[in-house]
Nanobody
Framework: QVQLVESGGGLVQAGDSLRLSCAAS????????MGWFRQAPGKEREFVAA????????YYADSVKGRFTISRDNAKNTVYLQMNSLKPEDTAVYYC???????????????WGQGTQVTVSS
């Protein structure tokens, strides 16, 4: 099993940057692909970015390409989401998730963190 805890969210201004972290427990962290999703109030959960277990493959939603970067440090059991040039529409609760492979659909992920709030003011 994998337990995930996100951190790094906060209130920032448009154009600012944040780095989210997702700390994982469990001895098989590198076996899991990791994804970041976000959910705004009244909206469905939205895919943001994902990374393969080895870190060799990444995938991004069109809305964040060129602005966000997902990475992982398997030695530290941690996944990161570097968010640059933040926009008000990025405001959401951000969740990290672990699954068997790189996917963009939330149902394929088996483990979820509690979420961290990101608020971007205009």
């Amino acid at each position: 099993q994998v337990q995930l805890v996100e951190s790094g969210g906060g209130l920032v201004q448009a154009g600012d940057s944040l780095r989210l972290s997702c700390a994982a427990s469990g001895r098989t962290f590198s076996s899991y692909a990791m994804g970041w999703f976000r959910q705004a109030p009244g909206k469905e959960r939205e895919f943001v970015a994902a990374i393969s277990g080895s870190g060799g493959n990444t995938y991004y939603a069109d809305s964040v390409k060129g602005r966000f970067t997902i990475s992982r440090d398997n030695a530290k059991n941690t996944v990161y989401l570097q968010m640059n040039s933040l926009k008000p529409e990025d405001t959401a609760v951000y969740y990290c998730a672990a699954g068997p492979r790189l996917e963009v659909v939330f149902v394929w992920y088996d483990y979820w963190g509690q979420g961290t709030q990101v608020t971007v003011s205009s």
